[in-house]
C-alpha cells in the first residue's frame, strides 16, 4: 500500500483556499499512484478555529468543503480532519472528527478521544470526546486512525483516564495513523517524537504522522510529519516550516532497519529563528499585507527584530524609523543607521523632541512643576507609538512590536508606547535568548552593530538610564521568570534554588502586578512551552504574590 | 436545624481578606445559633482564580487557609469551597471541592462533578470530573452538597451526559446545598431562578444556594443566594451586588407556603447600572486605587461613563478632561462643561490642536501632500489617548475607557487613541442600551445634557462627520450584532430574518476584520450573555465572513 502524507499551512476559516490545497494534493496523490492521503487534524477549517467552532455556519461550511474533497476519492482514499455535529441530544454540540473518505463519500467518521485543554488548547469548549472505538478497514489492511491527542496519554503523567490505542489494539489494526495539530515550541519536535517512539513501542505497529505546518496568528505549526516503522526508526521525515508532500510505501516503513546516519537536532536558537520568521510571513501573507514598519532605537531588540522581519518579508519591505528624544546617545542613533544599511532595509528619521515639548507644554498647568518621572517618559515612548502608527496608517504597514518575553514579563514597556504593534516579535523570547539571536544573526558577518550587543541595555528615557538600575541583571531575572512562568515554581521553590529572596518577592510582584498591561499587548509568536497569550490566563484583579 | 447564608465579596488570591472575611461570618452564624454557614464555591481562593491554579503553591496556600477556617468549626459546620489536589494518579491534577467542617477539621470533600467550560469557564482546563456521590450527614440530616454546574444540567439543553443529584437521590437527601460562582448578566438571575426551580420540582426539596457577589476584573457576580422551599417558592432572597447573610430556619423553608406579594424583577436596564458601578468600584478598590480619570468629549458614551464612574467612586474622585480639536464642536464642549459641573467633577479643558501640529509637523517629510485620512484622524484619537496616560500616570489615576459594544464590534475606534483605559465600563453595552442608561439617568433630572443625547453620534475627528457616513443606523447595527454575537447566527439566518444582504455582509466583515483591535483593548464589564473578552475567543488571522 502507498500512503502519501499532505503537510500543509491552512488559513483558519478560507474555505476556499484550504479546500483547494487539499485537492491539489489528492491530485498529486493520485498521480503517484498512492492508495490512501492523508491530511492533518481539523484540516479543512484551519486550526484552532476558536469560538468560530460555535456558529453552525462555519459547521456547515466545513461539511460541504467536506463533501466537495470527498468528490476527488474515486481510486483513491483520504483522510482528513474538520468539525463535525454531535446528532446526539446529549453532551456537547461537536466532534472533532477525521474522516475516511473513498469511492466519492464519507465512509466512515472517527471521533476524538482525549481533548486536550490546557496551556493554548480549548478542545473541551467545543467537542464531545469519543467514547466508541473503530477501525478502518481498506484494501485487506486495518487503519487504527486516531487525532492529535489520542496518542499523547503515555508515558508518565497521565492526564486522562483512558487511553484510546489500547481500545483499538483489540480490533488488530495493521498500522496507526494520527492526524495533528501540534504547535511548536523550542523542545516541541523532540517531546513529539519521543511521544510517538512511546507508542510505536508499546503497540508494534508502523505509524504514519501528519501535522499541521504554519502559522496561525501567535500558534506556529513546524510540520514534522513522519513515517515510523514498528521498531522505532523514522522512516521518512517531512520537513519543518515549510509545506511538504511525501509518498511512501507501507512495505518500506513495515520492514525499516535502522536509517544510516543520526537525524540531526538543530539548535535550540536556531529553531527560533526559522519559527519567527515563518510567524511573521504567515501573519502578514494571511492578512493580506506585505510591509512592516518598526521603531529602531540602536538596542538590540529592535536590532533583532528587524534582521528576523527583513528575513521574512525582504528587506525593502521593512520599514525602519529612528525616533530619537534628547536621552539617546548619539551612538543609538548611529547604531540603528548602520543596521539598516547593513540589511538594506528603508529608513527614516524622525526626532521627537518637538512632540514631547508640545505635549509638556499643553500639560503644564495640571504637571505644575512637578519632578520628572514615569508620566514624562512614558510621554516619549507614546510619542513614539503615535508616529509609528500614523506611518503603518497612511502607508498600510504592519507595527512590528519589538518587546521581549524578559520585559513583558516584568512590565517594563510603556502601554500604548513601546507595547504596540501588530504582532510582538520577541514576546516569547527572553532578553537573554534575544542576546542568542544577535550572536547567531551575527555568526560569520556582522550584521548588527556590535555596540548595539554590547552596550548595557536601556531604555534611554531618562539621562543615564539603564535596565540595571531597577531590575536583577538579566541571567538571574531569566532563570527566576523561567522558574516561574514556565515552571510555575512558588516563592519558596525559588529561594530553595538559591535566588535571594528579596529579589525573588521583587520579580514575582512585578510580574503579577503588570497583568495589566499584557493584557493590552498584541498576539506573540510562541516558541516556549508557556508564552504569554493565550495559553497564560492569569486574573487582572487579584492579590497573589504581589 | 439553624442554617446561615454568607454572600461574600472575595478577592481573588488575598487568602487574608477571604479567610478574615469567612471567619467573621462564622462567627456572628455562632451568634446566631446557627448548625450550618454556607459560603461560595472557590470562596478561600476567590472566582475566578485562572491559572494561579497551575501553582502548587497557590493550592497549598488555599489548603492552610482551609485548615485555619476549620479551626473555628467547633459548636457549628460550615461548608466552604476551595481548589484540592488530586491524589490520583491518572487525571488532572486538581479537583473543584466543597468541604464540609466540623468538630474542628475536614470532615468530607465533595468534588464538582459537571465543569463548565464554555463562555466565560475554563474549569476543566484544571479540574478531574467527580465520579462518586457521597451525601453528608449532620445532625440527623442528610445533606445534598453540589457545586454550582451539578443542578445545571437539567431542562432542554444537556451539556454532559450525567445528572450529579440524580445519583445523589438514590441516598434519600433531606434538603440540597448549591455553592455556586454564577456571574452576573442581565437575563442571568431569572435563568438561574428557574434552574434552581427546575431542580426543586423533580427533587422535591428546600434547597439553599450561596453565590458570590462583587466584580473580578470583568466578571460581575451579582449574588443573590437563596433558599427554595420543596414547592418552589423563594422563601428568603439575598441582596443583590452587596454582600448579605442570613440566617434561615430550615423548617420555615420545608414548610413554606407561598410568600406573600410577588418578588419584584427589575428592569433590566436598571440591573445593568447597577452591575458596571459595582464593577468599577470592585475594580478600583481591590486594585487599591480611588481615582479615576477619563475624556468627557460632549458625546453620551463619555456622559454616560462618568455618571456611572462618579456613583461608583464619588464625583469628586472622577476627573473629567475636555480635549477638543479643531473639529469639535463648541457645543461638544459646553455640554461636557455643563455634565462636569452638574455632577460636581473636578474637570479641565485641554485642547489638543498644538499636539496634533506638531505630530503633522514631523511627519511632514513622510505625509507629503497626501489627502487627510484615517491616519490623521487616529493623531488626533492618539494624542488625547497619551494625554489622558499622563495625566493617569502623573496622578495615579486610573483612565476609564468610554467605547461602546456597537463600536467595540465594528472597530470604530483608535487602538491606543480612544481605545485606552484600565478598565472598559461600556464596552458590553451596545450604543442603543447606552441610550437607555442617559435616558434612565436623566429620569426626574436632567443630569446629562439632552444635547448630549438627541444629537447624531460623531467621532468629530473631521469636518462634519457622523457615525452614519460609515455605519447603519444603531437600531439595524445592534439588532445584527446582537443576532450575531449573542446568538451566533450566520448570514443567511441573519438576511432571513429580514436584514438587507449588503449590510448583513458589510457589519459581520466589520466585525471579524476588527478582531485584531478587539485584542488589545482593556478588559471589559460584562453584563451580557456575550462579552467581548475571556468568554469569546476569536482567531486573529482568519477568513471567514471577513
Tied chains: 1, 2.
Excluded at 472517527?110 to 485543554?117: A, E, G, H, R, V
Excluded at 527572553?430 to 544573526?441: D, S
Amino acid at each position: 500500500m502507498k500512503i502519501a502524507l499532505a503537510q500543509i499551512n491552512y488559513h483558519i476559516g478560507n474555505f476556499d483556499s484550504n479546500v483547494k490545497k487539499i485537492r491539489e494534493s489528492i491530485m498529486k496523490a493520485k498521480r503517484g499512484g498512492a492508495d490512501l492521503v492523508i491530511f492533518a487534524e481539523l484540516a479543512i477549517s484551519g486550526y484552532p478555529p476558536r469560538d468560530f467552532l460555535e456558529f453552525d455556519d462555519f459547521i456547515e461550511r466545513c461539511q460541504r468543503a467536506l463533501d466537495e474533497i470527498a468528490s476527488d476519492c474515486e481510486g483513491i482514499a483520504a483522510i482528513v480532519g474538520a468539525p463535525a455535529f454531535n446528532p446526539e441530544f446529549q453532551g456537547k454540540d461537536l466532534y472533532n472528527a477525521a474522516y475516511f473518505l473513498n469511492n466519492g463519500r464519507v465512509e466512515k467518521q472517527i471521533n476524538k478521544t482525549l481533548l486536550p485543554n490546557y496551556d493554548i488548547f480549548d478542545e473541551y469548549r467545543y467537542f464531545e470526546p469519543n467514547k466508541e472505538f473503530g477501525i478502518i478497514e481498506y484494501k485487506n489492511k486495518r487503519i487504527s486512525l486516531t487525532i492529535c491527542e489520542d496518542l499523547w496519554n503515555i508515558g508518565n503523567n497521565p492526564m486522562y483516564t483512558v487511553n484510546p490505542m489500547d481500545e483499538l489494539m483489540k480490533q488488530k489494526p495493521d498500522f496507526i495513523v494520527n492526524i495533528a495539530a501540534s504547535p511548536f515550541h523550542y523542545d516541541q519536535a523532540g517531546q513529539r517524537k519521543a511521544i510517538l517512539l512511546q507508542n510505536v513501542e508499546k503497540y508494534k505497529l508502523p505509524l504514519f504522522y501528519v501535522n499541521h505546518v504554519g502559522a496561525q496568528t501567535e500558534l506556529l505549526f513546524d510540520g514534522g510529519s513522519l513515517a515510523m516503522s514498528p521498531r522505532g526508526f523514522v522512516v521518512e521525515e517531512l520537513d519543518y516550516f515549510n509545506e511538504d508532500f511525501r509518498l511512501i510505501d507501507l512495505n518500506k516503513i513495515e520492514g525499516a532497519a535502522k536509517p544510516e546516519g543520526t537525524q540531526k537536532s538543530e539548535e535550540k536558537i536556531i529553531l527560533i529563528r526559522k519559527a519567527l520568521v515563518m510567524g511573521i510571513r504567515n501573519y502578514f501573507r494571511k492578512l493580506g499585507f506585505d510591509k512592516a514598519v518598526l521603531g529602531l532605537s540602536g538596542g538590540i531588540d529592535s536590532a533583532v527584530t528587524l534582521v528576523i522581519a527583513a528575513e521574512a518579508l525582504g528587506a525593502q519591505n521593512v520599514y525602519a524609523v529612528l525616533l530619537p528624544s534628547e536621552f539617546s546617545s548619539s551612538h543609538s542613533v548611529d547604531d540603528a543607521r548602520q543596521l539598516a544599511e547593513n540589511l538594506g532595509c528603508p529608513y527614516d528619521l524622525i526626532p521627537i523632541n518637538d512632540i514631547y515639548d508640545s505635549f509638556m507644554k499643553s500639560l503644564k498647568l495640571q504637571f505644575r512643576d512637578l519632578p520628572f518621572g514615569i508620566a514624562e517618559e512614558n510621554i516619549q515612548a507614546r510619542a513614539r507609538g503615535v508616529l509609528l502608527m500614523a506611518l503603518s496608517n497612511k502607508f498600510g504597514h504592519i507595527l512590528l512590536n519589538t518587546s521581549n518575553k524578559s520585559e513583558a514579563a516584568v512590565g517594563y514597556g510603556t502601554l500604548y508606547g513601546d507595547m504596540n504593534g501588530g504582532l510582538s516579535v520577541l514576546g516569547d523570547v527572553y532578553k537573554t535568548q534575544v542576546f542568542e539571536l544577535a550572536r547567531l544573526i551575527n555568526r560569520g558577518k556582522e550584521i548588527i552593530p556590535e555596540n548595539s550587543i554590547v552596550k548595557p541595555p536601556s531604555a534611554e528615557l531618562r539621562p543615564d538610564q539603564k535596565d540595571s538600575d531597577s531590575l536583577p541583571d538579566y541571567d538571574v531575572l531569566d532563570e527566576i521568570l523561567y522558574q516561574y512562568i514556565e515552571m510555575r515554581k512558588g516563592p519558596s521553590d525559588l529561594i530553595g534554588m538559591g535566588f535571594e529572596e528579596s529579589i525573588v518577592r521583587k520579580v514575582l510582584k512585578l510580574v503579577n502586578t503588570s497583568e495589566y498591561k499584557r493584557h493590552q499587548t498584541p498576539p506573540i509568536l510562541r516558541v516556549s512551552p508557556k508564552a504569554f497569550g493565550m495559553g497564560r490566563r492569569m486574573p487582572i484583579v487579584a492579590r497573589y504574590l504581589s
